[in-house]
């Protein structure tokens, strides 16, 4: 079965903070794509960054940094320094070809709503 | 500049009755996508269709259906046997390929009335 789980259902934090975002993945796939998305309250979902399987090591990009563990089946998220403008829904989501075929099709976790308070 | 629009942005809908939501992508994509969001309960994948004139029910299609007649359109119609339309729905279109993202549409809020 592949399935995606962000347990972490809301967080707040006050600007300056750094957060992680939690995300545990399931499949037997050896070959799978992670993904992250942001949802602003506008409503579309803004790509953020992909990861294959076979590469384990962590990125930074600005504030933004990733932790792909696949001992633990896990990819989180952490935000540094955090700001208003990071307030979003962030899902997180599995790509595999055992769903959707050769081409894979997103298998989304239930999203983490992240308020940043000023 | 290159996206995906999706129209309109807040339909209403009255018992009993079709609507039809829009999907327009200028990206050249092959494979485009509908998903259903609900409070709490994350994307779940309506349709999907990979190429032109062909197109594969998703984890939810009952009381849906979609056709793909050009490369970039690819709308949805939400039947009168949909149970519980009520919902924010996103269209989104990617190259063909595991390694590819999403792109997404800025969604389309159905409520019945």
């Known amino acids: 079965a592949q399935k995606v789980t962000q347990a972490q259902t809301e967080i707040s934090v006050v600007e300056k903070e750094d957060v992680t975002l939690d995300c545990v993945y399931e499949t037997r796939d050896t070959t799978y794509y992670l993904f992250w998305y942001k949802q602003p309250p506008s409503g579309e979902l803004v790509f953020l960054i992909r990861r294959n399987s076979f590469d384990e090591q962590n990125e930074i990009s600005g504030r933004y940094s990733w932790n792909f563990q696949k001992s633990t089946s896990s990819f989180n998220f952490t935000i540094t320094a955090s700001q208003v403008v990071d307030s979003a829904v962030y899902f997180c989501?599995?790509?595999?070809?055992?769903?959707?075929?050769?081409?894979?099709?997103?298998?989304f976790g239930k999203g983490t709503k992240l308020s940043v308070k000023p | 500049d290159g996206g995906i629009t999706q129209s309109p942005k807040y339909l209403f809908r009255k018992e009993g009755q079709n609507v039809t939501l829009s999907c327009e992508q200028n990206?050249?994509?092959?494979?485009m996508y509908w998903y259903r969001q609900d409070p709490g309960q994350g994307l779940r994948l309506i349709y999907y269709s990979q190429i032109v004139n062909d197109f594969q029910k998703g984890d939810i299609a009952e009381g849906y259906s979609v056709s793909r007649e050009k490369k970039e359109s690819f709308p949805l119609t939400v039947t009168s046997a949909q149970k519980n339309p009520t919902a924010f729905y996103l269209c989104?279109?990617?190259?063909?390929?595991?390694?590819?993202?999403?792109?997404f549409g800025q969604g389309t809020r159905l409520t019945v009335v």
């Open positions: 990206l050249n994509h092959d494979a």
């Open positions: 989501a599995l790509k595999t070809v055992n769903y959707g075929g050769s081409q894979g099709n997103l298998i």
């Open positions: 989104a279109s990617s190259s063909t390929g595991i390694n590819t993202e999403a792109f």
